[in-house]
């Protein structure tokens, strides 16, 4: 079975609950040649939040997923591409690796199974609100990080792996090792890419790379620089290949 986010580089992250720059549009954002848009944040999400995000993007080209932070705000809507569902991996709490998710599957019934994925996530950031609101024990070494990533492939079938380090910039060596665990699934980097250089540096050891802030805080040209640094090189390892 073949996945959409293997032919991914880049993804922009947009978090409903903040707005664009002064003056650009949802159109420009999918302009920026990014390969999906993921929608979700975690504090105060709305439905009609998620719904204007959905209605401003749905007809552009670049396929949209919800990535919900709780069960309380999935959005039904043939409009999404699909979802994306966080479990995270460190979480000290059980509820954001299972719980959430048992809780999510009681309540709702006829859930869209072929449109539902999950992301397995290693959250390493322990500023970042997710490291705090999931209690994330981020004290991970390299070694640990690429346990954590095979883990997650060979024991849990995740075909996403997810090293985020929301609001700054992760190490690229914890990076690496995660990518280098694994064979077949897709490694997600997301955490302080701000330029062309830290796009590709991580794109050099990820699969697909995540803006979030940036777009919110620089806009649609600072984007645009990170989908040219992730496109470049992910054309390098396919060249080295
Ligand atoms: C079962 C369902 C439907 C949901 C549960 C989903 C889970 C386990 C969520 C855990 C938290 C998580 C990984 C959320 C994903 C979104 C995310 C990482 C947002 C970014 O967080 P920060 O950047 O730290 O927060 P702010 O930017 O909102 O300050
Ligand atoms: O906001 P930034 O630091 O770009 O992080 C992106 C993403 O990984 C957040 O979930
Ligand atoms: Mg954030």
Request: proline share 3%.
């Amino acid at each position: 079975m073949s996945y959409p986010w293997e032919d991914w580089d880049h993804i922009t992250k947009i978090d409903p609950d903040k707005d664009l720059v002064d003056g650009e549009t949802f159109e420009d954002v999918c302009e920026t040649g990014t390969d999906a848009l993921e929608i979700g944040g975690t504090l105060d999400i709305t439905e009609e939040k998620m719904e204007r995000v959905i209605e401003a993007t749905a007809k552009y080209d670049v396929p949209i997923y919800q990535e919900p932070s709780n069960p309380g705000v999935v959005i039904d809507d043939d409009r999404l591409d699909g979802y994306l569902i966080p479990t995270v991996f460190n979480a000290s709490d059980s509820f954001w690796i299972t719980g959430a998710h048992k809780e999510w599957v009681r309540i709702e019934d006829g859930l869209d199974w072929d449109r539902t994925h999950t992301e397995a996530y290693i959250v390493m950031n322990p500023d970042s609100s997710v490291a705090e609101y999931t209690e994330a024990d981020t004290d991970q070494s390299a070694e640990d990080v690429a346990s954590f990533a095979r883990v997650a492939e060979k024991m849990f079938g995740q075909k996403i792996i997810y090293v985020e380090y929301s609001g700054t910039y992760g190490d690229p060596e914890k990076v690496a090792a995660a990518h280098d665990a694994l064979d077949e699934s897709t490694l997600f980097y997301g955490g302080g890419i701000h330029d062309y250089d830290s796009a590709y540096e991580m794109g050099q050891h990820s699969d697909v790379v995540i803006v979030g802030n940036l777009l919110h805080d620089k806009g649609v040209d600072a984007v645009r620089e990170t989908v040219e640094g992730a496109k470049d090189a992910s054309a390098e390892l396919v060249d080295a290949e």
